[in-house]
Each structure stands twice: as C-alpha cells, then as structure tokens.
Nanobody
Framework: QVQLVESGGGLVQAGGSLRLSCAAS????????MGWYRQAPGEEREFVAR????????NYADSVKGRFTISRDNAKNTVYLQMNSLKPEDTAIYYC?????????WGQGTQVTVSS
C-alpha cells in the first residue's frame, strides 16, 4: 500500500512557473513507476508525465514537452513536476500516480490555476 500526498499547486499568471511535489509513504517507493496526470473541469483525466523507478527514463505528453520536467528523489520518497511557461490550458487538478505491476495508487490532487 502506498499513500500519496501532492502539494505545490496554486494560482499563477501565464508564463509563470510552479513545482509540484508528491510525497509517498512506505519503504518501497523506489520500486514504483511514478507519474503525473491532470483533469480539467468537464474533461477526462489525461497523462502528463512519467518516470521509471531509477529516474533514468521519462516520457511526456506532447502538450507539455519542453515546458514540464518530472524528477524523483528516492531517498526522500518524493516525485516532482517542474512546470515552466505555464498556459491557461494547463489549468487542472494534478494527480500523482504510483504504479507497480498491476497496482495503481492515486493522490488526492492539487489544483493548478493559470490566469491569462
């Protein structure tokens, strides 16, 4: 069982930056593939970024490539999402995801609002 707690969301102007954090409980964080997803009002939840257990491989949605960076610190049981050059269309609730084998865990989400 993994519990995930996101933080770092807020209100920012277009062009600004935010860094989201996701703190995980448990001693097996380094086994998990970690990801960020987001859900805008009236929309389906969508993939944003993913990082493998040792941090050596990442992938991104086309819409955030070159602007967002996912990273992790296994010693701190934390995954990050650095978001630069934010756009109003990035406004959403951002969710942290942990995946291992067929198991998926989700955080409660953190709101990101980008004003134009």
């Amino acid at each position: 069982q993994v519990q995930l707690v996101e933080s770092g969301g807020g209100l920012v102007q277009a062009g600004g930056s935010l860094r989201l954090s996701c703190a995980a409980s448990g001693r097996t964080f380094s086994y998990y593939d970690m990801g960020w997803y987001r859900q805008a009002p009236g929309e389906e939840r969508e993939f944003v970024a993913r990082i493998n257990p040792n941090g050596g491989r990442t992938n991104y949605a086309d819409s955030v490539k070159g602007r967002f960076t996912i990273s992790r610190d296994n010693a701190k049981n934390t995954v990050y999402l650095q978001m630069n050059s934010l756009k109003p269309e990035d406004t959403a609730i951002y969710y942290c995801n942990a995946r291992w084998m067929s198991l998926d865990y989700w955080g409660q989400g953190t709101q990101v609002t980008v004003s134009s």
